[in-house]
């Protein structure tokens, strides 16, 4: 079996920031090799794991799936962090809204139940 492990971003495309300056491109791509360090099988079947990229370059989505089409692929995979941390952030800020609102001041959520251990 071989898979093809896609480290999204690279180069000059950051992909995200994080609040302490962490890089998507670098955490994907550490993500990619520690996934591939020492794997030598995938759900107990002999594997070979390839990288669309090993450094931090930028390589564009149709040479990375053409990849994965030359090593004839059994799976590939796609790391892109950055899209799942944003959809739970937003859900995040909306819970607070919702059940939150500003219980320092009025004491109860937006239902009017009331807060009295939560603070902002």
Request: net charge neutral.
């Amino acid at each position: 079996m071989d898979i093809v492990i896609e480290p999204g971003h690279g180069g000059k495309n950051s992909g995200a920031v994080g609040e302490n300056g962490v890089l998507e491109k670098d955490l994907v791509l550490q993500i990619a090799k520690q996934l591939t360090r020492n794997a030598s099988s995938f759900d107990h079947t002999p594997a070979h794991y390839y990288l669309t990229r090993y450094a931090d370059t930028l390589i564009s989505l149709g040479d990375r799936t053409d990849l994965a089409k030359q090593l004839k692929a059994d799976l590939f995979i796609s790391l892109y962090p950055c899209i799942l941390m944003m959809l739970l952030m937003q859900m995040l800020k909306v819970l607070k809204s919702m059940f939150l609102m500003d219980p320092v001041v009025t004491g109860r959520n937006l239902f009017g139940w009331p807060i009295p251990f939560w603070k902002n």
